[in-house]
């Protein structure tokens, strides 16, 4: 993933070239060449604005809006772009209506054969995704934290039943508020083409992501989730969550490694979830 933090015209300007850089490191097939470890759609799969104030979400909406068809206009032939928001149309909600939750969302080319047809979205570029290109997300939320679980345990099922049982939309009796949750296989190293931007509408001065993870993942699945909101469901409730779901592993004592937090760290220190975050990132 890449993260920047700027005012919106900076932003767009880099944005382009990253989305220019990711075409143009595929060729022609960018997606025929991809494997990863994390559901994709596209080369670049999605671009999401958060604001570091929460005031300030409706104009990052319309910054998404022209973002994405900055990003069309760009590549006409090639990029087909999405827009979502954080309340009618929610990112997870435009994945289901694609093949990003289908095994073959983690290599080579997909089937778009709904993309044409995503009602009450807004889009950018030709009428269908190109298939070795895929589709790009773009879209505003308010500011999320990636928080990544890992269990010692190479079995993705159990890392998928916990993540199941967690997440809001399951609405089971362990269901966290406002968390998305997928089991996923820890990195192994590989690169990939595109994945997740983040990027931060703000009046302030570009910073730098950073990112805190354990060194080694080697046979290690992990329960990946998305904080949407830190006020009701903060990174010590999930990692509280998953250790107790894990507790039947063999591995006894070494179930849960440490987990980590992706943020970005300019503009947290205004934000009353800092403490929170950083709290569960060092846990």
């Known amino acids: 993933s890449v993260a920047f933090a700027g005012p919106f015209d900076a932003l767009a300007a880099r ?7 990711a075409l143009e490191a595929g060729g022609d097939k960018p997606l025929a060449t991809h494997i990863g470890r994390h559901p994709r759609i596209g080369v670049v799969d999605n671009v999401v604005l958060s604001p570091l104030c929460r005031e300030d979400l409706e104009a990052a909406e319309s910054c998404a809006a022209d973002l994405a068809e900055r990003l069309a206009a760009c590549h006409p032939d090639r990029l087909r772009c999405v827009v979502y ?16 939750f289908a095994r073959s969302a983690l290599a080579g080319p997909l089937a778009f054969d709904r993309t044409g047809e995503l009602p009450g979205l807004a889009a950018f570029g030709p009428p269908r995704a190109v298939p070795d290109v895929g589709l790009t997300c773009v879209g505003a939320v308010p500011w999320i934290v990636n928080y990544n679980v890992p269990l010692a345990t190479d079995d993705l099922q159990e890392a ?30 590989r690169s990939a083409i595109g994945g997740d931007m983040a990027v931060s509408v703000a009046p302030s001065p570009a910073a730098s992501a950073a990112e805190s993870r354990p060194e080694s993942q080697e046979n290690q699945v992990m329960v990946a989730c998305n904080l949407l909101d830190t006020a009701l ?8 969550a998953v250790e107790a779901l894990a507790g039947g592993l063999a591995r ?7 987990a980590w937090a992706d943020v970005l760290r300019a503009g947290l220190a205004a934000r009353d979830t ?3 975050v950083a709290e569960g990132a060092a846990a």
């Not at 049982?165 to 968390?179: E, F, Q």
Request: hydrophobic share 45%.
């Open 85 to 100: 928001n954080s309340h009618d149309m929610p990112l997870a909600q435009v994945r289901r209506l694609t093949p990003y």
């Open 233 to 240: 469901t903060n990174t010590a409730d999930v990692q509280a």
């Open 274 to 276: 800092a403490p929170r």
């Open 15 to 21: 944005v382009e070239a990253v989305v220019a850089a």
């Open 160 to 189: 998928t039943r916990i993540a199941r049982a967690i997440r809001t939309r399951g609405g089971g009796p362990h269901a966290l508020s406002a968390v998305e949750a997928v089991g996923l296989a820890a990195s192994d190293g």
């Open 252 to 258: 006894k004592g070494a179930v849960v490694g440490p």
